[in-house]
């Protein structure tokens, strides 16, 4: 006989002699690798976690924490070396030489 659903969504039973509940089939708990993918690709292509987990029906939470995983795992970055030679643009010679005055 059928005894409700356990936390993941199975189908839980109960034997009629012993009385003791069970589930003969479980599904794993959490969302599919598939969907976890998805929700970065989305997050890389510019959508916000919000609209990731309206999209997909899921919450805000689990996308923060599935980015944060995934960030976690990346190689760190590399640091750009210092500039041996820097380039000032004009707008400093400019500022100092301001042509027209302004009326007040």
Same mark, same amino acid.
């Given at each position: 006989m059928k005894?409700?659903?356990n936390h993941s969504? *199975?189908?839980?039973?109960?034997c009629g002699e012993?009385?003791?509940?069970?589930t003969p089939v479980t599904k794993e708990k959490g969302y599919s690798?598939?969907?976890r993918m998805l929700a970065l690709r989305m997050y890389v292509e510019g959508s916000s976690q919000r609209s990731i987990?309206?999209?997909?029906?899921? *919450?805000?939470?689990s996308v923060s924490n599935w980015i *944060?995983?995934?960030v976690s795992k990346l190689p760190p970055a590399p640091m750009?070396?210092?500039p041996k030679v820097a380039e000032l643009d004009e707008l400093y010679t400019f500022l100092k030489q301001?042509?027209?005055?302004s009326m007040s």
């Open positions: 005894a409700g659903f969504g *199975s189908q839980r039973y109960k012993c009385k003791r509940a069970y690798q598939e969907t987990a309206r999209i997909l029906k899921i *919450s805000p939470q *944060s995983d995934y750009p070396q210092k301001k042509k027209t005055r």
